[in-house]
């Protein structure tokens, strides 16, 4: 799940369309069942990037850890 999930991604055509819509109608955004499902989704979403840098620091140090220094 990205983590802008919740705003809308508009095609190039959608897009070219809003320059002419002054009234706002082709705005658009992705909705959830409630407010608490919508935070659930972005706390979700905030521990999944934190799990992957984590992840992510964990596997550069395993590398840089079997690579001899040169000195």
């Known amino acids: 799940m990205r983590p802008d999930f919740l705003v809308a991604t508009p095609s190039w055509l959608s897009g070219s369309a809003r320059i002419l819509d002054l009234a706002g109608h082709f705005d658009e955004y992705n909705d959830s069942q409630s407010i608490e ?5 972005a706390l979700f979403c905030d521990w999944r990037l934190i799990g992957d840098t984590i992840l992510d620091a964990m596997n550069v140090f395993r590398r840089e850890s079997q690579t001899p220094q040169a000195r």
């Open 37 to 41: 499902a919508a935070d659930a989704k």
